[in-house]
């Protein structure tokens, strides 16, 4: 009964900080709403962020946020699911058992460093083959294949241990219809792995909305505000060689200022997080229908 009890309250407590950490941003995002300069609509609808002037539209954050994510997941699936592929399928054990630890060390790494190298090598390598008056100084390509690259330990181990999963019968069967390996791999184990496959890319998708220090370091620190219909959309608005302020960068940037209690710019701290809170659950639930979608048990 003691063991039960420990691992109930585990489970509780997590449950607990869950609701905890929801309540403060709510009523914090409250503040924030509360104030006659602000409106809901507005943050919704609007594609202007700038708290100085009165203006909080979510959109500009929302895109620097979406695209360097999608940037991310670009670099970080294909690159991930190769590794994955020939960890699990091509590779000795012993290679396996060395490979795999150095790719997983990556998650060890510092962000912040991350952040360092996008600015100190990817971008001067962007620089060096578009040109100086192409790409920005702080741009989201540099950010978004540094983060594709913080992702790719994520969506291979994932990918590996869901591949590694796969029963060796599917294997031996699709063999002794003469299929090779490369056909094995592609029409039996990863679609059988498909559930975790999947999952495994949208959680990463999730911890890429999420980062912090790249997106602040190599994206900048300025919301690419816009205006639909207006601004060029490939010229500005979708632009990957000009920089723009993602949600988790204003957050970061903001906080480490002077800031006084209840003002305008420190409430919406909390309203930027309770949108990333939710963008997050969302991307964790879809994970979850995933793997119930795609679910297969084998005996």
């Known amino acids: 009964m003691a063991i039960r009890a420990f691992f109930f309250a585990c489970g509780a407590l997590s449950i607990a900080v869950t609701f905890g950490i929801l309540y403060e941003l709510g009523t914090e995002s409250f503040l924030f709403f509360a104030d006659e300069r602000v409106s809901i609509a507005e943050f919704l609808t609007t594609t202007v962020w700038q708290p100085q002037a009165g203006s909080f539209g979510i959109w500009p954050l929302v895109l620097g946020t979406m695209y360097i994510s999608l940037i991310g997941m670009v670099v970080a699936v294909p690159v991930g699911l190769a590794a994955a592929i020939y960890l699990s399928e091509y590779a000795s054990r012993r290679v396996r058992s060395i490979l795999k630890p150095v790719l997983e060390t990556l998650v060890g790494i510092p962000t912040v460093v991350f952040g360092f190298f996008a600015l100190t090598f990817v971008t001067p390598l962007l620089r060096a083959i578009f040109g100086t008056s192409v790409v920005g100084f702080f741009n989201v390509l540099s950010a978004g294949i540094v983060v594709g690259l913080l992702m790719v330990p994520l969506v291979s181990s994932l990918a590996e241990d869901a591949m590694s999963s796969v029963p060796g019968s599917l294997r031996q069967a699709a063999y002794a219809m003469g299929a090779s ?119």
């Open 181 to 299: 390996r490369l056909e094995v791999t592609t029409r039996v184990v990863v679609p059988a792995a498909l559930s975790g496959i999947a999952a495994g890319v949208v959680i990463a998708m999730s911890r890429a909305i999420g980062e912090t220090m790249v997106v602040t370091l190599a994206a900048g620190a300025a919301p690419r505000n816009f205006d639909l219909g207006v601004d060029p959309l490939f010229g500005y608005v979708l632009n990957p060689f000009q920089g723009a302020q993602a949600m988790t960068g204003y957050v970061a940037v903001t906080a480490s200022g002077d800031l006084a209690y209840n003002t305008i710019d420190y409430n919406s701290i909390f309203a930027i997080g309770l949108t990333l809170f939710f963008m997050t659950l969302g991307l964790n639930a879809l994970s979850r229908r995933l793997v119930k979608r795609f679910h297969q048990e084998y005996q």
